[in-house]
């Protein structure tokens, strides 16, 4: 990971100073769905030990009129907060600040997201584990591309141009994003893989029981009658027949046949 040291003396940097230092040498790491469990532990890591922390989208938009930007102070932030609820998030950066000696430690990060199709629920793997009661590091966000319950999406003009005029890859984006959910799409799919894993955990125990009550077989029940009192006095004749025998003689073993004939 990359790492920048800014000399400031007792100053704060400012947001413009962080992101102008990163992006001068582009010492910044790019994270996406292919490095994701590599560098979550160092992101989240910084992110517990940092003084503070700075972070920013890129949004496929921002206002959903062009028109909202002269409407007043008063009304502007509310017209931001409107678009932001509107616009699906394509980049977000991170920058991690921790005072180092005179200065200030800077760790930024640029996460490329994208909402992909889910195939969680459906990899018996992710399953398994979950019934046998085990996690499974497949459902973080790098590997689980769940995506909203809508493929669509808002987009604006006026945002792509401005993203496309500063270099935004969004090949990579689509391609390699890191898949997220909101809140709300995220209770939805764990309810619907936590009744998944009842089920199967559910099918398991039963073939469990099945099994086990196939492997010790009852023994037959005869109805009392004259069929029940011949079975147990045959049964009697032939135990006496074998105790009464000395010289264990009773015990014939059934000779095999030559398969072939001497002539």
């Known amino acids: 990971m990359s790492l920048i040291t800014a000399s400031t003396r007792n100053s704060l940097p400012s947001l413009a100073a962080v992101a102008l230092g990163s992006v001068r040498g582009r ?21 517990e030990k940092c003084d503070f922390l700075t972070f920013d989208f890129e949004l496929t938009g921002l206002l959903l009129s062009q028109e909202d930007r002269h409407i007043g102070l008063d009304k502007v932030y509310e017209a931001y907060c409107s678009g932001a609820r509107s616009f699906m998030p394509l980049q977000m950066g991170l920058c991690a600040v921790t005072r180092h000696d005179r200065g200030w430690r800077l760790a930024p990060f640029s996460v490329y ?26 459902s973080s966000p790098g590997q689980s591309k769940d995506y909203p319950e809508s493929d669509a999406f808002m987009v604006s003009v006026t945002a792509m141009n401005f993203l496309s005029e500063a270099g935004f890859d969004l090949n990579e984006c689509i ?81 095999g046949r030559k398969p072939i004939y001497e002539t």
Do not use: C, Y
Request: proline share 7%; glycine share 6%; no cysteine.
């Open 27 to 47: 010492q910044f790491s790019v994270v996406t769905r292919h490095n994701w469990e590599k560098l979550r532990p160092t992101l989240l890591k910084e992110i």
């Open 113 to 138: 997201m994208w909402p992909q199709r889910s195939t969680t629920i459906n990899r018996p793997a992710v399953l398994q584990s979950a019934v046998n009661g085990s996690s499974s590091s497949s």
């Open 175 to 255: 391609k390699n994003g890191v898949g997220w959910l909101r809140p709300d799409q995220e209770r939805a799919k764990r309810s619907v893989l936590e009744q998944r894993i009842a089920e199967i955990r559910q099918m398991k125990q039963q073939a469990t029981a099945k099994a086990a009550s196939e492997a010790t077989p009852a023994s037959p029940e005869i109805a009392p009658g004259p069929d029940l009192d011949m079975i147990n006095s045959v049964k009697g004749t032939i135990d006496e027949w074998l105790r009464n025998d000395p010289h264990g003689t009773n015990n014939l073993e059934v000779g």
